[in-house]
């Protein structure tokens, strides 16, 4: 049998969804009974996550996610429906009661963790073997101290095609956990090969110390010169980040966000233990919103090339949406900051760290040197470009500070660029208008749900089926006076939502927002939406009325439009 009920209400209520999400977002808006903050889940400016503490729920007005506490550390923790409840568990000192899942599929995650870790462990082993000879040299080379091998764990995977597999095979782990795990891959025989081969090995680490993937840096002239473990159900790359695991311990007040692993290492080497790297990925909004939670400020040394340069620009933007305060740092006489604290020092990174651009001066000197401001077509140029940087800042202080410097670097009036970055902010508003426009004339778009495999083949009943369900929730006493079933709605969607529901009044247990959102596990997010339309209980049983007698009314319409669709092309047949 599946999970009880019961235990899944006494899991709501010994972890409060305000508590939880408070371990995440910092909520210090208050409206009515909600506390509102930063969205987690997508990039915002202005609060739009709300949190009911009477109903245990949570809803995002900007990008639609929503759902009760086991859904958020679903989406947040990028976690499983059990692992999840798991996790909440033994946040509350709780015992997870026996269900009926396969013993493979239950013990999936737990098992890949231990496989990791064994593997960590191996490739560790290595190094200090002949096997390990190449990969030992190259930590020398590169001036990592024992000390630091120690701290990141690093390992040497062979050059051979089946180490690791023997290793784990001897452990009794199966060549389909090893697969599975990205750590082999299969070959056209069928057979199974070692994914990482003649590689310096990088464990990657989560926040709570599990081995959840590698980064492995090739030891010759082979390509790729990194190779990073494929997303597992442990592991996603766009949601991690290598070394967040030491850096989140720092005292220094912020994360320095490098390209590479070595980079890493070579930072925290020299005292800088903040230093972090995405995962052979540009920089993502997930991973910002996971900086997010543990500083406010991020400073960006990528490399010194174009390549970084443009990647830094990207990040930029991404850092602004999530609300971190970002700084660049510009490295001249090194490609990357790894070679700049071997040839500077230690010293002379820290001052280059305390002379950081803001992202605003790095944008605006980005673009600068774009142009020839020798000449009237470059300076015209330049100031085309530079206004649509000021325009994008939504502080108007900063817009008036910087248009002084934009017009010093182009030798006109701080008024002119002034008028300039108001027609470009004019610009702006006005394509945003005609966005939202064209969106709202289209009255489909309004009734059907955003999610596309939600969308109603009959938008009207669908909107009835709405309010149904809405009632039901508000007052589960009215279940027992109507004649409703599963096949009383057109949208799968919400036929299964009056399932649950349903499932629950039979067998005596509360029927809340919460309780149906969690039943509902990842795929609450609609159903908490029309949970915060407004609907008083003494209301429910006319909405409930009036939603079932436009159900009927919008299905009738439909089967009767579909049987004069089919008389008439019966008709054309025979004439």
């Given at each position: 049998?599946?999970?009880?009920?019961?235990?899944?209400?006494?899991?709501?209520?010994?972890?409060?969804?305000?508590?939880?999400?408070?371990?995440?977002?910092?909520?210090?808006?208050?409206?009515?009974?909600?506390?509102?903050?930063?969205?987690?889940?997508?990039?915002?400016?202005?609060?739009?996550?709300?949190?009911?503490?009477?109903?245990?729920?949570?809803?995002?007005?900007?990008?639609?996610?929503?759902?009760?506490?086991?859904?958020?550390?679903?989406?947040?923790?990028?976690?499983?429906?059990?692992?999840?409840?798991?996790?909440?568990?033994?946040?509350?000192?709780?015992?997870?009661?026996?269900?009926?899942?396969?013993?493979?599929?239950?013990?999936?995650?737990?098992?890949?963790?231990?496989?990791?870790?064994?593997?960590?462990?191996?490739?560790?082993?290595?190094?200090?073997?002949?096997?390990?000879?190449?990969?030992?040299?190259?930590?020398?080379?590169?001036?990592?101290?024992?000390?630091?091998?120690?701290?990141?764990?690093?390992?040497?995977?062979?050059?051979?095609?089946?180490?690791?597999?023997?290793?784990?095979?001897?452990?009794?782990?199966?060549?389909?956990?090893?697969?599975?795990?990205?750590?082999?891959?299969?070959?056209?025989?069928?057979?199974?090969?070692?994914?990482?081969?003649?590689?310096?090995?990088?464990?990657?680490?989560?926040?709570?110390?599990?081995?959840?993937?590698?980064?492995?840096?090739?030891?010759?002239?082979?390509?790729?010169?990194?190779?990073?473990?494929?997303?597992?159900?442990?592991?996603?790359?766009?949601?991690?980040?290598?070394?967040?695991?030491?850096?989140?311990?720092?005292?220094?007040?912020?994360?320095?966000?490098?390209?590479?692993?070595?980079?890493?290492?070579?930072?925290?080497?020299?005292?800088?233990?903040?230093?972090?790297?995405?995962?052979?990925?540009?920089?993502?909004?997930?991973?910002?919103?996971?900086?997010?939670?543990?500083?406010?400020?991020?400073?960006?040394?990528?490399?010194?090339?174009?390549?970084?340069?443009?990647?830094?620009?990207?990040?930029?933007?991404?850092?602004?949406?999530?609300?971190?305060?970002?700084?660049?740092?510009?490295?001249?006489?090194?490609?990357?900051?790894?070679?700049?604290?071997?040839?500077?020092?230690?010293?002379?990174?820290?001052?280059?760290?305390?002379?950081?651009?803001?992202?605003?001066?790095?944008?605006?000197?980005?673009?600068?040197?774009?142009?020839?401001?020798?000449?009237?077509?470059?300076?015209?140029?330049?100031?085309?470009?530079?206004?649509?940087?000021?325009?994008?800042?939504?502080?108007s202080a900063e817009r008036d500070v910087y248009s002084e410097k934009v017009a010093d670097a182009a030798s006109v009036s701080k008024?002119?660029?002034?008028?300039?970055?108001?027609?470009?902010?004019?610009?702006?508003?006005?394509?945003?208008?005609?966005?939202?426009?064209?969106?709202?004339?289209?009255?489909?778009?309004?009734?059907?749900?955003?999610?596309?495999?939600?969308?109603?083949?009959?938008?009207?009943?669908?909107?009835?089926?709405?309010?149904?369900?809405?009632a039901l929730v508000r007052d589960p006493e009215l279940i027992k006076t109507v004649s409703l079933t599963a096949e009383s709605f057109?949208?799968?969607?919400?036929?299964?939502?009056?399932?649950?529901?349903?499932?629950?009044?039979?067998?005596?247990?509360?029927?809340?927002?919460?309780?149906?959102?969690?039943?509902?596990?990842?795929?609450?997010?609609?159903?908490?939406?029309?949970?915060?339309?407004?609907?008083?209980?003494?209301?429910?049983?006319?909405?409930?009325?009036?939603?079932?007698?436009?159900?009927?009314?919008?299905?009738?319409?439909?089967?009767?439009?579909?049987?004069?669709?089919?008389?008439?092309?019966?008709?054309?047949?025979?004439?």
């Amino acid at each position: 049998m599946p999970l009880p009920d019961g235990f899944l209400d006494e899991l709501t209520a010994r972890n409060d969804i305000v508590d939880v999400v408070s371990d995440y977002v910092q909520l210090t808006k208050r409206s009515g009974s909600n506390m509102f903050g930063l969205c987690p889940f997508h990039s915002e400016k202005t609060p739009s996550f709300s949190v009911s503490q009477d109903r245990q729920s949570y809803h995002c007005f900007g990008c639609g996610k929503g759902g009760g506490v086991i859904s958020f550390i679903m989406e947040i923790e990028n976690l499983g429906f059990m692992d999840a409840v798991q996790f909440l568990a033994r946040r509350a000192g709780m015992e997870v009661p026996e269900y009926d899942t396969p013993r493979e599929l239950k013990n999936r995650r737990a098992r890949m963790l231990e496989l990791n870790r064994d593997a960590a462990r191996f490739f560790y082993e290595t190094l200090k073997t002949p096997k390990g000879a190449d990969a030992v040299e190259y930590i020398k080379r590169r001036g990592i101290s024992p000390e630091m091998a120690k701290r990141f764990g690093l390992g040497c995977a062979p050059n051979e095609w089946s180490a690791l597999t023997d290793a784990m095979t001897k452990k009794g782990y199966t060549q389909y956990e090893l697969v599975d795990a990205g750590l082999c891959k299969r070959g056209k025989a069928g057979g199974v090969y070692d994914a990482f081969r003649n590689r310096l090995m990088f464990p990657v680490i989560d926040v709570r110390g599990s081995v959840i993937g590698f980064s492995g840096r090739i030891l010759d002239d082979g390509e790729p010169k990194y190779l990073n473990s494929p997303d597992t159900p442990v592991f996603s790359k766009s949601h991690n980040l290598f070394a967040l695991n030491l850096a989140k311990k720092s005292k220094m007040g912020m994360l320095i966000l490098v390209e590479g692993n070595i980079d890493v290492v070579s930072l925290h080497q020299a005292g800088f233990d903040c230093a972090v790297a995405s995962l052979g990925t540009s920089l993502t909004n997930e991973q910002a919103r996971l900086m997010s939670r543990y500083t406010d400020k991020v400073v960006i040394a990528y490399d010194n090339d174009g390549a970084g340069q443009k990647a830094a620009q990207r990040a930029i933007g991404i850092f602004e949406n999530t609300g971190l305060q970002c700084r660049v740092l510009r490295m001249s006489g090194a490609k990357d900051p790894d070679e700049y604290i071997k040839k500077m020092g230690a010293e002379a990174f820290s001052l280059l760290l305390e002379r950081s651009e803001n992202h605003i001066e790095y944008r605006l000197l980005a673009v600068k040197s774009k142009y020839d401001l020798l000449t009237d077509d470059g300076r015209i140029a330049y100031l085309r470009e530079a206004t649509d940087v000021l325009a994008s800042l939504s502080n108007s202080a900063e817009r008036d500070v910087y248009s002084e410097k934009v017009a010093d670097a182009a030798s006109v009036s701080k008024d002119a660029v002034l008028n300039e970055v108001k027609r470009a902010l004019a610009r702006r508003i006005k394509e945003q208008r005609k966005r939202e426009e064209k969106k709202n004339l289209r009255p489909e778009q309004i009734i059907q749900p955003e999610d596309k495999s939600k969308r109603y083949e009959n938008p009207k009943s669908g909107r009835a089926e709405e309010v149904a369900v809405r009632a039901l929730v508000r007052d589960p006493e009215l279940i027992k006076t109507v004649s409703l079933t599963a096949e009383s709605f057109t949208s799968p969607y919400w036929a299964k939502v009056f399932t649950l529901i349903k499932r629950r009044s039979d067998d005596n247990e509360s029927v809340t927002e919460s309780s149906i959102a969690n039943l509902l596990e990842d795929d609450a997010d609609l159903f908490t939406k029309n949970m915060r339309e407004p609907m008083d209980v003494s209301s429910a049983a006319q909405s409930l009325a009036d939603s079932i007698k436009k159900m009927e009314t919008a299905q009738i319409k439909v089967n009767d439009d579909s049987a004069l669709l089919d008389y008439w092309n019966n008709k054309r047949k025979n004439l």
